[in-house]
């Protein structure tokens, strides 16, 4: 039987998410955005491209057109070229900026807001020839290569396909004039690449999904890391398990200490307890010596039995006292009243004053 702590079978917690994140371990697949961009270069090519050529064109043609100026110097020379370089430029604006926009949104889409400035420093393992020449022979770059080679394939037989499907065509420009053959080519050539860029995006998807699917596999945690992260994150459970017990046995020297110093205890009957006191020559309201629920009620009622203490079932009051008054605190003016029915009873029970009383909670 396999061992358990070596097992991943826990899922990733929002923690392990969040480190791998920072650490720069995200799902993505550098093939999809390759694939969008070939793809929207393209279409953008076929919209933009016999503009940006004509503009390309006209430039070039009212330079040559230009007569020869032998007093230029080298200054003017830098303004005309900086000019010329702004015209092309502004050509090839909307090509260069829907690339980058796309770039972006694809980016953004595989991986979020994403900062890594440590990842921009210079990583020598990175280089080291003995580790390269490893990870040449992992599994992931194995498998890459064999995914590289069917992509490879996948274009060669679309770009050979394309070619047949216009062999005819091909073999009839030579008797076209030179704008044929030029607008034959580039839908030839627009056609073949977007044919391709679809291609390459259907499998890029595909890897996509595998890169999720690994993701995912790595980020799984076995018995072990799950422990240790709790140690991190939460502390170390049985430092935590101790604590718990100082803080019960805390609680309950409390309760033994101060549960028999009280006139009464106030029930629910059995789910709440409440221990009060009142000395109307300290007090000018009784107070809550100890409070609890469930164990800590059962406890609080079985050291009143053991002290002769009377133990008064109102379930009101008692639920009343447990929600708004803390142990130490006073009670609130709006139960005196019920307070006071119990510690009248308790007083005739005890033969005390009942004067005493009345008047002290009156005041």
Same mark, same amino acid.
């Given at each position: ?21 920072e ?16 793809? @929207?270069?393209? #279409? ?25 100026? $032998? ?19 502004f050509? @090839?604006?909307?090509?260069?900026g829907?690339?980058? /926009? ?11 807001? /994403? ?6 420093? @210079? ?15 992992? #599994?992931v ?6 995914f ?22 091909i073999?009839?420009?030579?008797s ?49 890391e ?10 170390d ?17 409390? /309760? ?11 029930t629910? $009957? ?5 221990a ?9 309201? $009784?107070?809550?010596?100890?409070k ?9 009622? =079985? #050291?009143?039995?053991?002290?002769? #203490? $009377? ?30 029915e ?9 033969? =005390?004053? @009942? ?5 002290? /909670?009156?005041?």
């Amino acid at each position: 039987m396999a061992d358990s702590a070596g097992d991943k079978k826990h899922e990733a917690t929002d923690y392990r998410r969040q480190k791998a994140r920072e650490d720069g371990n995200v799902a993505r697949s550098q093939d999809l955005s390759s694939a969008v961009l070939l793809l @929207i270069g393209v #279409i953008l090519l076929d919209f933009t491209g016999p503009m940006m050529f004509q503009i390309m064109a006209h430039l070039v043609s009212d330079e040559l057109e230009k007569p020869f100026d $032998p007093s230029a110097d080298a200054r003017s020379a830098i303004i005309q070229l900086v000019q010329l370089t702004g015209k092309g430029g502004f050509a @090839i604006l909307p090509l260069m900026g829907g690339m980058l /926009l796309t770039s972006l949104v694809v980016h953004y889409a595989q991986v979020g807001p /994403l900062w890594l400035p440590d990842k921009l420093g @210079i990583d020598f393992s990175r280089i080291n020839p003995i580790s390269g020449f490893q990870r040449l022979f992992t #599994i992931v770059n194995v498998s890459r290569l064999g995914f590289g080679m069917i992509k490879i394939g996948l274009v060669f037989g679309i770009l050979l396909s394309g070619v047949w499907s216009r062999w005819d065509s091909i073999l009839a420009l030579g008797s076209t004039n030179i704008e044929a053959v030029g607008q034959f080519v580039w839908t030839t050539m627009i056609d073949l690449c977007r044919n391709v860029a679809a291609a390459l995006l259907v499998l890029s998807v595909i890897d996509y999904g595998f890169q999720r699917w690994k993701y995912e596999q790595d980020l799984m945690m076995t018995d072990e890391e799950l422990r240790e992260e709790m140690k991190m994150t939460q502390g170390d459970p049985q430092i935590k398990s101790r604590r718990r017990k100082v803080q019960r046995d805390l609680a309950a020297q409390r /309760l033994n200490s101060d549960v028999p110093k009280a006139d009464v205890v106030v029930t629910n $009957p059995t789910e709440l307890a409440i221990a009060l006191k009142y000395d109307p020559l300290t007090m000018k309201a $009784p107070i809550v010596l100890a409070k609890g629920a469930s164990l800590v009620a059962a406890r609080i009622r =079985k #050291i009143a039995l053991e002290n002769g #203490i $009377p133990i008064i079932e109102r379930k009101p009051l008692a639920q009343a006292l447990f929600k708004q008054v803390e142990i130490g605190h006073p009670i609130p003016v709006t139960e005196y009243a019920a307070v006071a029915e119990v510690l009248k009873y308790v007083y005739q029970v005890q033969g =005390k004053s @009942i004067a005493d009383l009345t008047k002290a /909670l009156k005041q």
